[in-house]
C-alpha cells in the first residue's frame, strides 16, 4: 500500500512528542525535521514541503499548544489537519447536471487504468447513486482497447456505446450522444484515447471532443506508481484542456506516495476518486480526512466500517452475535462469522485497514489464512444440522463422511472442530469477563 514507510517515519518522528506533558522548541524542531525529512523521501515536491513545515510550524509554536495539556497530540492533530488541506479537504463529488445528460471524459496517458476507471466509476454510477450509465469507446486508436471496455461493460452490465476502429473519435462521441438521448441514458462516460506520453494529436483529438461534448467532468487518470511525475503530467493535462477532477489509480502499490501529496496543491484540481486494485469495485470515493488518517499510520476506520455495512449480511451477523452474546456458539454461528469475513474480503486486505495493524498484516501469509478459510467452511457446510448444534456426536465415521463431502482430510475436520472449541472458550471469557465488569457489555 501506497505511503507505508511515510506511515512508519511520520510515526517515529511522533514518538518523542506524543506523551509529553511540556514540549520544548527543540523537541518541536527536531519533529519537525524529522516530518521534513520523511515528507522528502517519500519524494513529495520540495516546494510543497516548505510551505507544509512553514504552516505547521507557524500553528504549532503558538503558545496555545506549548501550554496546553498534552502540546504532542495537538501537534500530530496539527500536521493531520494540513495533510488534510494538501489533499483538499473537501470530498469533489461528480458535477452531474440537474437536468439533462451529465457528460463525463476521461483522459489520461495509456497504461494509468484510464478505462478500468471508466467502468468503475460508471458502476458506482449505477450501483450508489441511481445513474443510468453509457459507456463510451472514443478510443480507437487500439481495438483491444474497445474490446477491454465492451468486457468491463458487460460484467457491470453497463451498455458500451463504439462504432468500431474505423470510425473517428469526436464521430463516435457525437453518435453516442443522440443514442443516449434516444435511449433515456441520464448520464455518458467517454473513454478517451492515451498515449505513452503527451503529444499534440492526442491534445487535438481530446480537445475536440472536449468542444463537442462539453463534459460535466474531465476526470484525467494518474498512476500512484509514478511518483513526482504525476504533477508534470497532470499539470500538462490540466493547461490544456482543464481537468475538473483526478482519479488516483494503483494506490494499493507500494508507491512512496510523494506525487499523490503533491499533486492537488500544485495544480489545484481535486481527486474525486482513488483506484485500490484491478477489481471493478475496487475504487473509492475521495475523502482526503481518511486518507490523511491512513499516511498518518492511524488506519482507515471509516472505509472499514463503510466496507463492513455494505457487504454484511445485516440480519445473519446480528442473529449470530445475539446468540454468541448469550453464550450459545455453535458451528453454524462459526461458519457465518467465516463467510463475513470472506465478503469483506481476505483477512490481510482487512487489517491493513485497522490502526496498528499495517505491519502485522504484511506478515500474514494471505493465501494459506484464506485458504484455511475455504476448508473451514466446506466442512462445516458439509456437516448435518444436527452435528452443527452439537459436535460432541463427531466420531471417527462421521469425520471419514466430512472429510470426503468437503474435500478434505480427517485432519483438516479436526482442526476446524479444535478452532470452533478455541473460539468457544474465548467467547465464554469475553462474556464473563463482560459481566464482571472487566469488560464494556457488547452486548448492548
Ligand atoms: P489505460 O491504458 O489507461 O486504459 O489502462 P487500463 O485501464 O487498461 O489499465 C492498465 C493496467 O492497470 C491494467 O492491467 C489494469 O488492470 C491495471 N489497473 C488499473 N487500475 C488499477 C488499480 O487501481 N490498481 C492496480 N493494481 N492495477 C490497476
Known sequence: MAFESLSERLGKAFKNITGKGKLSEKNMNDMLREVRMSLLE??????VVKDFIARVKEKA??????????????????????????????????????????????????????????????NVMKKKQSRKPLLVACDVIRPAAIEQLKTLGESIDVEVFSLGVETKALE????????????????????????????EELMQELSDIKAFVHPDDILLTVDAMTGQDIVNVASSFHEQLSVTGLVLTKLDGDSRGGGILSVRSITQVPVKFVGL?????????????????????????????????EKMDMEASTKSANRMMSGQFTLSDMLIQYEQIEKMGSLGGMMK??????????????????NKLKKSKAII????????????????????????????????????ISEYEKMKTVMKQMMSMSKNGKMPNMGA
Do not use: W
Open 277 to 309: 486494485g484491478e477489481k471493478i469495485e475496487d475504487l473509492d470515493v475521495f475523502h482526503p480526512d481518511r486518507m490523511a488518517d491512513r499516511i498518518l499510520g492511524m488506519g482507515d476506520i471509516l472505509s472499514l466500517v463503510e466496507k463492513a455495512q
Open 172 to 199: 463516435t462521441a457525437q453518435k453516442a450522444m443522440d443514442y443516449a438521448k434516444e435511449q433515456g441514458y441520464d448520464t455518458v462516460v467517454f473513454d478517451t484515447a492515451g498515449r505513452l506520453h503527451i503529444d
Open 353 to 370: 485497514l485497522l490502526p496498528g495493524m499495517g505491519q502485522m498484516a504484511n506478515q500474514i501469509d494471505e493465501a494459506k489464512a484464506d
Open 381 to 416: 457446510q458439509s456437516m448435518t444440522p444436527e452435528e452443527r448444534e452439537n459436535p460432541n456426536i463427531l466420531r471417527a465415521g462421521r469425520k471419514n463422511r466430512i472429510a470426503k463431502g468437503s474435500g478434505t482430510t480427517v485432519a483438516d475436520v479436526n482442526r476446524c
Open 42 to 47: 517519500a519524494d513529495v515536491n520540495y516546494g
Open 61 to 122: 509554536l503558538g503558545t496555545e499548544v506549548m501550554t496546553s495539556l498534552n502540546p504532542g497530540q495537538m501537534v500530530v492533530k496539527i500536521v493531520h489537519d494540513e495533510i488534510v488541506a494538501l489533499l483538499g479537504n473537501e470530498e469533489a463529488p461528480i458535477n452531474y447536471k440537474k437536468t439533462g445528460i451529465t457528460t463525463v471524459m476521461m483522459v489520461g496517458l495509456q497504461g494509468t487504468g484510464k478505462t478500468t476507471a471508466a467502468a468503475k466509476i460508471a
